[in-house]
């Protein structure tokens, strides 16, 4: 089993930048992937970006190269960059990872962008 715990939410202003950081209590180095999905009140839960093994990213359509997925292996984290907020950029925003069959979940950090 593995806990993913998320950090670095919070209100920011429209046009402001957060990281979010993912931290594994494990090694994450026999992941297939890991990355970041949120899910804003009403909506369902939508890819953010993701890294695959090997390094390939895969983003969002609507991040329009604002935010930036990094991963860090010596350390069991994964993170992103999220520049030029918007609004509907408001979110929970939860760290996922896959395992051959499995998949984790983290709990979740809110991202609240408004003046």
């Known amino acids: 089993q593995v806990q993913l715990v998320e950090s670095g939410g919070g209100l920011v202003q429209p046009g402001g930048s957060l990281t979010l950081s993912c931290e594994a209590s494990?090694?994450?180095?026999?992941?297939?992937?890991m990355g970041w999905y949120r899910q804003a009140p009403g909506k369902e839960r939508e890819l953010v970006a993701v890294m695959f093994t090997g390094g390939v990213k895969k983003y969002g359509d609507f991040v329009e190269g604002r935010f930036t997925i990094s991963r860090e292996i010596a350390w069991n984290s994964v993170y992103l960059q999220m520049n030029s907020l918007k609004p509907e950029d408001t979110a929970v925003y939860y760290c996922?990872?896959?395992?051959?069959?499995?998949?984790?979940w983290g709990q979740g950090t809110q991202v609240t962008v408004s003046s």
């Open positions: 996922n990872a896959r395992e051959g069959p499995r998949e984790y």
């Open positions: 494990r090694s994450i180095s026999s992941f297939n992937v």
